[in-house]
Structure formats: structure tokens, C-alpha cells
T-cell receptor, first 114, second 111 residues
């Protein structure tokens, strides 16, 4: 158990709807990452936070995606106007402040857009 | 965008054999990490090797890093059926420290 929890585990939504996912890392995780993973592929970087500051966002990420980490603790990832191509596993990972430390992943939220 | 590329994409071996997976990357890095993923689950950290290290061991795992070739290898010795999983390398970029993953190697260990 990594201590990182993600909710919900599964989400089924209709195209065009908005969805929001939540990630709760442990308190020692100053850094928090969001990734997207499709079947047979590696995790694709979306964005990451150092405490509450969003330090980088993938250029591949459309404006429909937004992430927040309001108090440097939990984080939310919102997808607006979902499309079928958004169907994927969304993974969150926490990391201690040193970049020479491992990522601790949650079990992910599986999104299905119908 | 992906950073590393694992090779091979898939590997099938018999229990007891050794499994070697390779990873190549493109930019300067602070460290390289290997992760394992069982189907439908999150990734689990296996081992981290810093850019100034050349080899590291952890149990049945041996990792090498060649920064001049921008490549790493993961060796699993005396494999077990329970080692069946996907294995990914990830690099901490030297400039911005974000973590990027490769596409992974799917390892199947037959009992």
C-alpha cells in the first residue's frame, strides 16, 4: 500500500459531460503527478505540482483538462466536454521533495466515455 | 510525451531463466527508475539509479546505467511466474525534474 488513494476507481460518462477525479497523497509528498495510460502503453505525463504550484503541463494536454492542488495536499483533475478518446486510466503519483526519490502511485481511475 | 523506449516490447521466458529489458532515453537525466505494473493496477517502484551510478542491485534485480549511450538495462535473475507483469523505465529530466515513462516491456514467465 503506497498510501496514495484515488477516487473514484471507475467512472463511466457520456460524451460531452464533465468529470472530476481526486487524488490524496500522503503528507510527505510535496510533489504530485498526473498521468494518463491507455491499454498497452506507458503512463503519459499530464502535469505535476510542487506543493500547490503547478510546475509543468504537457503541451499535448488540451484546454479541456485542468488540475488543481489548492492547499498542497489533495489534487483534482477535471476533464470538460469529455470525448471518447479520453477513455483511459488516470494515474496519480506522489513523491517526496527530492527528485532522487521514487514515485508512489495510486491504483488509478478508469474512465470510460460512451 | 514519452521519454524512454523499452526493448523488447514483449518477452516470454521459462521460470528460472533470467530476463533482461533495455531502456533508451533522449535527454540528460538526474536519475532513472524502473517500475512494475500488474494488469489493471498502479505502478510499483522497483529501483532507482542516479546519473553518477553505473550499477545497482536489489535482491534479484540488477540495473545498469550508461549515460554516454543514454541507456539502461534491468536484469531479473531466476525469474518466477509471479514476475509476470509490465516493466517500465522512467527518467527524471535534468532540467525540470519531471518524470517521463517509456512504453514498457511485457514480461511473461511460464511456470
Amino acid at each position: 500500500d503506497t498510501g496514495v488513494s484515488q477516487n473514484p476507481r471507475h467512472k463511466i460518462t457520456k460524451r460531452g459531460q464533465n468529470v472530476t477525479f481526486r487524488c490524496d497523497p500522503i503528507s510527505e509528498h510535496n510533489r504530485l503527478y498526473w498521468y494518463r495510460q491507455t491499454l498497452g502503453q506507458g503512463p503519459e505525463f499530464l502535469t505535476y505540482f510542487q506543493n500547490e504550484a503547478q510546475l509543468e503541463k504537457s503541451r499535448l494536454l488540451s484546454d479541456r483538462f485542468s488540475a488543481e492542488r489548492p492547499k498542497g495536499s489533495f489534487s483534482t483533475l477535471e476533464i470538460q466536454r469529455t470525448e471518447q478518446g479520453d477513455s483511459a486510466m488516470y494515474l496519480c503519483a506522489g513523491q517526496e521533495s527530492s527528485y532522487n526519490s521514487p514515485l508512489h502511485f495510486g491504483n488509478g481511475t478508469r474512465l470510460t466515455v460512451t | 510525451s514519452q521519454q524512454g523506449e523499452e526493448d523488447p516490447q514483449a518477452l516470454s521466458i521459462q521460470e528460472g531463466e533470467n530476463a533482461t529489458m533495455n531502456c533508451s532515453y533522449k535527454t540528460s537525466i538526474n536519475n532513472l527508475q524502473w517500475y512494475r505494473q500488474n494488469s489493471g493496477r498502479g505502478l510499483v517502484h522497483l529501483i532507482l539509479i542516479r546519473s553518477n551510478e553505473r550499477e545497482k542491485h536489489s535482491g534479484r534485480l540488477r540495473v545498469t546505467l550508461d549515460t554516454s549511450k543514454k541507456s539502461s538495462s534491468l536484469l531479473i535473475t531466476a525469474s518466477r511466474a509471479a514476475d509476470t507483469a509490465s516493466y517500465f523505465c522512467a527518467t527524471a529530466d535534468y532540467n525540470n525534474n519531471d518524470m517521463r515513462f517509456g512504453a514498457g516491456t511485457r514480461l511473461t514467465v511460464k511456470p
